[in-house]
Antibody, heavy 130, light 110 residues
C-alpha cells in the first residue's frame, strides 16, 4: 500500500517562505504514469489544488498561486517538495500531498485518459503567524 | 478555467435514505475528467468515483456516479452511518494538466 508523508515546519512567519516535503514510500515516484501534487485546505473550508509535477520535473500550477509557488522533485530520494513564498495568514491551511494517476477509460464507446488523485498523505497543518 | 459548483451546500438525511449530490461545471467537461471524493472530519479525502461513473477500488456499490456535459451526480442509494461526511467533485484535464475542486456538499444526519 503506497504511503505519502508530508513534513515541514508547522509555523511560518508572514512574508517568509513555506517549505514542505512529501516522501513517497516506493519508487513509483520515478514512473511516467504518475504526477505528484500539492493540495491545501484552509481550516473549515474546501480543497484547493496548488500544483502538480511529473517525474521529469514538468510542473503545472494553479494560476492564482503561480507567481509564488515552486514544486520540485527528487526521484533519488523518493521526495517532492513545495515552496510558497511571501506567505500571509490566508495561506494557513492543511497541506496535502497526493498522487495523480492516469487511467484509460471507455465512455460512450470512446477511449481516453482520465485523471484522479488515488493516494493522499495525512496532511500537515501550516499556520502563518508572527 | 472550469468552475465546479456543488449543490446543495448541506444535505440532511437519515440512514437508509437515498442521497443525490450535484456538481455543475461552468462549461462542458469531458466525463473522463470528473471525480468524486469523500472527506471525513480530520481525514484526508478518499477517492470514490473517477471518470464520472467508475467506482474506485474498495468502494461499495451503493455509491454511483453519473452525468455528462455540465451536470454530474453522485448518488448514495442507501445511506449508512459512515457515509455522513463532506463530498467534493473535482475535474482534472479539461485544460492540460489543470485541476479544480467544487466547494463541497456536507451530508449530515437528520
Amino acid at each position: 500500500q503506497l504511503q505519502l508523508q508530508e513534513s515541514g515546519p508547522g509555523l511560518v512567519k508572514p512574508s517568509e517562505t513555506l517549505s514542505l516535503t512529501c516522501t513517497v514510500s516506493d519508487d513509483s515516484i520515478g514512473s511516467s504514469a504518475y504526477y505528484w501534487a500539492w493540495i491545501r485546505q484552509p481550516p473549515g473550508k474546501g480543497l484547493e489544488w496548488i500544483g502538480s509535477i511529473s517525474y521529469s520535473g514538468s510542473a503545472f500550477y494553479n494560476s492564482s498561486l503561480e507567481s509564488r509557488v515552486t514544486i520540485s522533485i527528487d526521484t533519488s530520494r523518493n521526495q517532492f517538495s513545495l515552496k510558497l513564498n511571501s506567505v500571509t495568514a490566508a495561506d494557513t491551511a492543511i497541506y496535502y500531498c497526493a498522487r495523480r494517476t492516469e487511467k484509460m477509460i471507455t465512455l460512450g464507446g470512446l477511449i481516453g485518459w482520465g485523471y484522479f488523485f488515488d493516494y493522499w498523505g495525512q496532511g500537515t497543518l501550516v499556520t502563518v503567524s508572527s | 478555467e472550469i468552475v465546479l459548483t456543488q449543490s446543495p451546500g448541506t444535505l440532511s438525511l437519515s440512514p437508509g435514505e437515498r442521497a443525490t449530490l450535484s456538481c455543475r461545471a461552468s462549461q462542458s467537461l469531458n466525463s473522463r475528467y470528473l471525480a468524486w471524493y469523500q472527506q471525513k472530519s480530520g481525514q484526508a479525502p478518499r477517492l470514490l468515483i473517477f471518470g464520472a461513473s467508475s467506482r474506485a477500488t474498495g468502494i461499495p456499490d451503493r455509491f454511483s456516479g453519473s452525468g455528462s456535459g455540465t451536470d454530474f451526480t453522485l448518488t448514495i442509494s442507501r445511506l449508512e452511518p459512515e457515509d455522513f461526511a463532506v463530498y467534493y467533485c473535482q475535474q482534472y484535464g479539461s485544460s492540460p494538466y489543470m485541476c479544480s475542486f467544487g466547494q463541497g456538499t456536507k451530508l449530515e444526519i437528520k
